[in-house]
């Protein structure tokens, strides 16, 4: 029987996780209180039991103390019971929009309080339970299709987990850095196609544009430096625990210069098998 606890901060995604794991055949049980885990358990690994596929979620909202889960969790581990724990998470801004969008209350947000600190406060307390987790899934910048396209990767066709997201986002300063990059890099140096006739109404997602703006010695260069140095973070932020980078390339407008060298680094990296990878470009249309 394949066992997962899916678990994570709240307005992380876990409830659509579920849902999701559900649709995939699992048999699903939310907020079940810790009292009870064993003892499901057990009756899911009966000899007996018509269930091969079974999810479990567990969350702050039970006002349960997260101590005893893991000791439960750990107690059915030295059992002999195999699970698997789903972290589902996102960041603490993604997270605070998401509570003020939906009007509701963070399970631990006092009378009176601000959500960042009941932010805070639970992911103190997940904190260990997030070490112990075979996934994490940072759902900040994941649409629910590609959410569902990595749960499917993993509980389904039991592909090998990626640790580490990587999201290349193309922008153009004028509208405003990313807020959520944790590496920028400004390729304003390179010559702008906008001054060119038949390419101002182009993007980096058109040949000429694309050809016009490689055909720079500086643009390879750029590229070279920037995959090497890449290369070279990547395993340090996965041996650090990092689980989401997001690598922002901007020019001015963000249709051009931004858009193709985009396209280059995921063209380098796409094949390359220690993380996932999506590319977005913010401003293409603008």
Avoid at 76 to 93: C, P, Q, T, V, W
Avoid at 232 to 254: A, D, M, R, W
Wanted: proline share 3%.
């Amino acid at each position: 029987m394949r066992f997962v606890v899916v678990t994570g901060m709240s307005g992380g995604g876990k409830r659509t996780a579920l849902k999701m794991l559900e649709d995939a055949g699992f048999y699903c049980v939310d907020n079940l209180p810790v009292s009870l885990v064993e003892k499901f358990v057990e009756l899911l690994s009966t000899p007996n039991s018509e269930i091969t596929k079974a999810a479990l979620g567990l969350d702050i909202r039970s006002n349960q103390k997260f101590g005893e889960v893991e000791r439960i969790l750990d107690q059915l581990k030295n059992s002999g019971y195999n699970f698997e724990i789903l972290f589902m998470d996102a960041n603490d801004r993604v997270l605070i929009k998401r509570y003020k969008e939906s009007r509701r209350l963070h399970p631990l947000e006092t009378s009176g309080g601000r959500i960042e600190e009941g932010v805070q406060e639970e992911r103190e307390i997940l904190a260990n339970l997030k070490k112990k987790a075979d996934y994490v899934i940072d759902t900040s910048n994941l649409l629910t299709r590609e959410l569902k396209e990595e749960l499917d990767r993993i509980f389904v066709k039991n592909e090998e987990y990626n640790s580490l997201m990587i999201n290349i986002v193309s922008f153009g300063f004028k509208y405003g850095m990313p807020s959520d990059c944790d590496l920028v890099f400004d390729v304003r140096f390179l010559p702008n196609p906008f001054y060119i006739d038949e390419l101002k109404h182009q993007t980096g997602n058109d040949k000429g544009v694309q050809d016009y703006v490689m055909s720079f010695p500086e643009a390879h260069e750029f590229m070279d430096k920037l995959t090497d140095l890449i290369e070279f973070l990547i395993p340090n932020y996965i041996k650090e625990g990092k689980y989401q980078l997001v690598i922002g390339i901007g020019c001015t407008g963000g249709r051009h210069r931004s858009v193709t060298l985009a396209n280059a680094l995921y063209d380098r990296m796409k094949d390359q098998g220690d993380y996932g990878l999506k590319i977005s470009h913010r401003d293409v249309q603008n």
